[in-house]
């Protein structure tokens, strides 16, 4: 049974470009979150979503940020335009009920 | 708003019992989860407690008092593996559901020396 899959592991994109960072969540989990880490500080929320619905997108910037999770595929995360201080770790998480979240090994993205 | 507290920094020796803390403010309360996270790596679950008192789980406890607003993560008979981030996060009320986002703290960095 694999775990949250997170691809690419690192991502290197230039002002202005577009990143589009992607997740599967494990077999089984229909609900996904997406967290990001700056660092020497903690998880922040970004959004939180359902297949073909968006939950909660109260942590996501209001521009340039993105995520959708389609009926068939992974969920996506895009940020358009990436600018400097959009480099972090980007993690996604699972989640099928009650208890605690799987996490991904992350997409570490690095804005040149 | 949301606010969760604990150390920057905690560091202890191999076969020692240390307990790291924290503290939340939150808009309600649907459950407390401690992560470990080593450098570089994803989260991972160690504890998750929704009722008062102690859960154990091998060398690994968590406490819970909902009405202090309190919880400590104990690692006892440390390892040098040990030495990571401890990751300590809430899950405020969702109308009533059991799912939605987590509010982390800015973790706990240990350092486990020989």
């Known amino acids: 049974n694999a775990g949250v899959m997170q691809n690419p592991r690192h991502l290197v994109r230039r002002r202005g470009q577009e990143a589009r960072l992607r997740c599967s969540p494990m077999k089984g989990h229909s609900h996904v979150y997406w967290y990001r880490q700056l660092p020497e500080e903690g998880l922040k929320f970004m959004v939180y979503l359902q297949k073909e619905n968006i939950i909660d997108e109260s942590g996501m910037p209001k521009e340039r940020f993105s995520a959708e999770f389609p009926k068939e595929g992974p969920s996506i995360l895009r940020i358009q335009q990436v600018v400097r201080g959009d480099s972090a770790a980007y993690f996604c998480a699972s989640s099928g009920g009650a208890g605690g979240y799987t996490f991904g090994s992350g997409t570490r993205l690095t804005v040149v | 708003g949301q606010n969760i507290d604990q150390p920057t920094e905690m560091t202890a020796t191999e076969g020692a019992i240390v307990q790291i803390n924290c503290t939340y403010q939150?808009?309600?309360?649907?459950?407390l989860f401690w992560y470990q996270q080593h450098a570089g790596e994803a989260p991972t679950f160690l504890s998750y407690n929704v009722l008062d008192g102690l859960e154990e789980k091998g060398r690994f406890s968590s406490f819970l008092s909902r009405s202090k607003g309190y919880s400590y993560l104990l690692l006892k008979e440390l390892q040098m593996k040990d030495s990571a981030s401890y990751l300590c996060a809430v899950r405020p009320t969702d109308r009533g559901s059991t799912l939605g986002r987590l509010y982390f703290g800015r973790g706990t960095q240990l350092t486990v020396w020989p």
């Open positions: 939150t808009s309600g309360f649907n459950g």
